[in-house]
């Protein structure tokens, strides 16, 4: 037993981190089964342990855990790829580009990320500064970016800005004019998936001194963002606040973040004429931090019905090739990310799935207590310690690794020799809802 | 004409320009309690939450079993390791106090796990935990276990269920789930009702409501004014029979739908037997109970016909002037029909289970309402619902399908923890059993319900962007059927999946 430290309380944490490593390792072995309290209908068992393995690997996993799909019987769960004969796949010496841009226009900044997907918004306060800097370290290792979430981003994390989304949401917590003007890229949170039409929650326990420092708030008081934007009732004001962001750093791109209401292709289009460079549709089965569960469940609607809704309408009104689509809002593994972007998606964007990696169970106990009791979701300055930023970092990278080595085979299979050759080809996904087969087409 | 008249409840604070009239008069304010319609007296409307604990202790939602002999031995093992070093061999992995008695995971206490697996993470040799089958054993084949619990939660705490980590449940379903409600984002105003910074009326009008009124030379309105009520809350209670029969039970539901300002449905024998009276108490009379209707001596705001009958419609109309008379029929009758023949305010039932004639009652509220917009008359109608609105989100779905406020039943009784003895499906026979109840607590109950429930309607009108639920009614176009974008996703034009 390690348990090295100076301090009892060091001791302690070194104890039970490394007890934590271990059960990493060995559940995912199968070495006592699985779990028999752990998953849900959209988050299997199956799911969460491989998760695990691949980012202790940087592999799938090879003894039987099914890594592919969950059970929640829809969306994702009820696709499948039409795959090529073995005989006419691409070889394996085959280069396979799964680089995307984050800039379609003609003009701004040309940024190309080397995989199709960065982190989600999660903010200082909701996850841990360690959380922060694991994700933050990844991102400069995978030259891909993870954002900031709504409440800024501590000194640590300076060293990686070049990687770090600013977001600005309703309540403008944490946005300052330094993290704007250092940002490659500014997110505007109009909503967010697990709670459509509110604002961002949290919770008094987790307002720490350090965190309310940073949002310019009290301490352990909770903090609810207004929704909407209270600055914003039309596509106009739309632009002003890009306008805004452009005249303090011409340089930067512009992301929108968006929920999936009824008319979310047409709010997609209205950001395009105002300006944003990149659409993010958040769907509403996702989502990491505490929502209410009527908005989780019931308002807006699941990724996989608005990618290609949204997607189709771009191309209607010839667009699709000047602005960048990126889904998100229950994204979960590999074949999710492919099968997002043959609906329509170029990229995808990772919250929940980057916290499995770290040793979520998918308990949902976010916001009781401490927070999180693996060191996650928490501003406990115990509880944070569980998770050393390397290692966290490590295990991120892995689970990219995995998630590419995936995607390469799967385009291999179709035929595809790029990842963006994938995008909306629906004709290569069957839908086997409730109600039967169903071969979709294209849309180009 | 009385003189000017104003709502003193903000939630229904909509009224007449002018108020000359109460054409919609709010149930049991203290204004009317006292006869007299006071002017300009505010109110915003607000139910007091309380805690009530369970008094029926739930199973522990996990079994924790522990290999004691392993943990004993890892405890040596690690005094050995550590050089004795106490504190940190006798740490513990649960941050809720599961392993927090003296012998720490000796003996758990499995009532404190939230299922978190920490412990089996960190020891798997040592400790597993399991899902109770006790507590799987709760509700019954609609009323899931976890379904129950919700409701459990918010009857004790009267807060909105939040949890972190997303959604957790199937994509889409049958039934109620299978709809999405709408949110509105950048190009609409929405408002924020549950953290009150603008206000969200819940408040519904129940009544008949003619296409115009008819006014002499001097402007004052010829005949009768048609009646009218406005609830607070678009849920009215109608208790399961054997609730309706009970000493014990029936005044907490009455007692309770006064607090909130709504309506209790109650058959008129037990109205009659306990000596129910009020303005929130809604006689339901068959025509099989005809005989106790002699015996009531007070006129009630609304009365309710169960089963339609031409001569006893008549003749409670004729009984009761002044009142609203509702029919309470099932759910796939055609209402159009009774429409045609005088009838404005209807109770549509369908059983526990959410059916009528093998339909599903979002299907049948969605026809109803249709048939009655399509004959022009939706505006002069009232409907109220009943049957599978067991969750605070199938209130605001059912709304939107066509509803103008639904009749809560089993959600009521499990609220106050009450046990299912099989399916409960048919209203007559639905094998309910409860505990020894407290009047107190069992108000408290509803009331922290009805509190969760309203706020929980506030986060979807909010998202939605209204200002009151009056005008969710019938709004088909601010929410999504699984089925249509299933299709519009998945499939080709014109192609069915």
């Not at chain 2, 049957?387 to 103008?404: Q, T, W, Y």
């Not at chain 2, 399916?423 to 059993?433: G, M, N, Q």
Request: net charge neutral; hydrophobic share 40%; with cysteine.
């Amino acid at each position: 037993m390690r348990a090295h430290g100076k301090t009892t309380e060091e001791r302690i944490i070194a104890k039970h981190q490394e007890a934590l490593h271990r059960g990493f390792q060995a559940w995912p072995s199968l070495a006592y089964d699985r779990p028999p309290a752990m998953g849900d209908a959209r988050w299997t068992a199956d799911l969460i342990l491989a998760t695990w393995i691949q980012a202790e690997t940087g592999r799938p996993p090879t003894n039987g855990l099914e890594y592919k799909m969950g059970h929640s019987g829809g969306g994702f769960d009820a696709l499948t790829f039409k795959f090529l004969p073995g005989g006419r796949w691409l070889p394996e010496q085959e280069a396979i580009d799964t680089s995307i841009p984050l800039n379609r226009r003609p003009y701004d900044r040309d940024i190309q990320i080397p995989v199709p997907w960065y982190g989600a918004g999660m903010s200082y306060g909701s996850i841990s500064e360690q959380i922060m800097l694991a994700r933050a370290k990844a991102a400069r290792q995978w030259d891909t970016f993870t954002s900031s979430g709504e409440g800024g981003y501590p000194e640590s994390l300076f060293p990686y800005r070049e990687h770090v989304i600013t977001q600005v949401a309703t309540g403008m917590f944490g946005v300052r004019e330094e993290t704007i003007s250092w940002a490659p890229i500014v997110e505007f949170k109009y909503a967010q998936g697990a709670k459509p039409g509110l604002g961002g929650h949290l919770l008094g326990d987790k307002t720490t001194v350090a965190v309310a420092k940073m949002r310019e708030s009290v301490p352990w008081v909770s903090l609810f963002s207004p929704f909407p934007f209270h600055s914003v009732y039309s596509v106009e004001d739309h632009k002003k606040h890009i306008d805004w962001i452009k005249a303090i750093h011409p340089e930067a791109l512009v992301a929108v973040k968006v929920s999936t209401p009824t008319d979310v292709d047409m709010v997609a289009v209205g950001s395009y004429y105002a300006g944003a460079h990149i659409i993010q549709i958040d769907g509403s089965y996702g989502g990491t931090g505490a929502a209410p569960e009527i908005a989780k469940k019931n308002i807006a609607m699941p990724i996989e019905l608005a990618i290609p809704k949204v997607h189709r309408f771009l191309v209607q009104e010839g667009i699709r090739e000047e602005v960048v689509l990126m889904a998100s809002g229950g994204i979960r593994t590999a074949d999710d990310i492919a099968k997002a972007i043959a609906l329509g998606a170029d990229g995808c964007v990772l919250g929940t799935t980057e916290l499995v990696a770290l040793g979520c169970t998918r308990c949902s106990n976010c916001e009781r207590g401490r927070g999180c009791p693996f060191g996650l979701t928490t501003t406990d300055p115990q509880l944070s310690q569980l998770v050393d930023p390397e290692w966290g970092a490590e295990r991120i990278s892995h689970l990219y690794a995995s998630f590419q080595l995936q995607l390469r085979a799967i385009l291999r299979s179709l035929g595809l020799r790029s990842v963006q050759e994938l995008r909306g080809r629906r004709d290569l996904l069957i839908y086997r809802g409730k109600e039967g087969r169903h071969e979709p087409a294209a849309i180009h | 004409m009385s003189s000017s008249v104003r709502f003193p409840v903000d939630n229904a604070f909509e009224q007449t320009p002018g108020g000359d009239f109460p054409l919609v008069r709010p149930l049991d304010s203290p204004v009317l309690e006292h006869g007299v319609l006071s002017s300009n007296v505010y109110r915003r409307y607000h139910i007091e939450t309380q805690d009530a604990p369970d008094i029926v202790p739930l199973p522990p939602k996990f079994q924790v079993k522990v290999k004691k002999h392993r943990l004993l031995a890892m405890v040596v093992k690690e005094l050995f390791e550590l050089k004795g070093d106490l504190p940190v061999a006798l740490s513990r992995p649960c941050i809720y106090g599961v392993f927090s008695r003296p012998v720490g995971g000796l003996a758990p206490r499995e009532e404190l796990c939230v299922g978190c697996l920490r412990c089996t993470v960190q020891f798997p040799g040592i400790v597993q935990i399991y899902p109770n089958p006790e507590r799987r054993r709760l509700g019954d084949s609609l009323v899931r276990p976890e379904d129950v619990e919700t409701i459990l939660y918010e009857a004790r705490s009267g807060r909105v269920p939040v949890r972190g980590a997303g959604y957790r449940g199937p994509f889409g379903g049958e039934g109620w789930d299978g709809l999405w409600t709408d949110m509105s984002e950048i190009v609409r105003p929405t408002r924020d009702g549950i953290h009150g910074r603008e206000f969200i009326s819940t408040a519904v009008d129940i009544g008949e409501k003619p296409a115009f009124l008819h006014f002499d030379a001097h402007g004052e309105i010829v005949g009768p004014l048609p009646p009218m009520i406005a609830t607070q809350v678009p849920f009215l209670f109608d208790m399961p029979v054997n609730v309706a029969r009970s000493k014990a039970l029936l005044p907490i539901f009455a007692e309770a739908a006064r607090q909130i300002e709504t309506l209790a449905l109650v058959p008129i024998a037990s109205v009659i037997q306990f000596s129910l009276e009020g303005q929130h108490v809604v006689p339901v009379i068959a025509k099989s109970m005809w005989g106790w209707l002699d015996r009531l001596s007070w006129s009630p705001c609304m009365v309710m016909l169960d089963g339609w009958d031409r001569e006893c419609y008549d003749e409670l109309r004729r009984r009761f002037p002044g009142s609203i008379v509702c029919v309470r029929v099932p759910m796939d009758t055609d209402v159009l029909e009774l429409v045609q023949q005088g009838v404005r305010v209807f109770h549509l039932t369908a059983n526990y289970h959410g059916y009528a004639g093998n339909r599903f009652v979002m299907d049948l509220i969605l026809q109803a309402h249709q048939r009655l917009v399509e004959a022009g008359v939706r505006e002069e109608v009232t409907l109220v619902g009943s049957g599978g609105i067991i969750m605070a989100e199938h209130v605001p779905k059912a709304i939107i399908c066509g509803l103008d406020a639904v009749a809560l039943d089993v959600a009521l009784a499990v609220a106050l923890q009450a046990r299912f003895n099989g399916e409960c499906l048919d209203p007559e026979a639905a094998a309910l059993s409860f505990p020894r109840l407290d009047t107190a607590w069992g108000v408290q109950r509803l009331k922290n319900l009805a509190a969760s429930w309203r706020d929980q309607l506030l986060e979807v009108l909010g998202a939605v962007g209204l200002r009151e639920v009056r005008r969710l009614r019938g709004e088909i176009g601010r929410c999504m059927f699984q089925k249509d974008l299933e299709r519009e996703a998945f499939c080709e034009q014109g192609s069915e999946l």
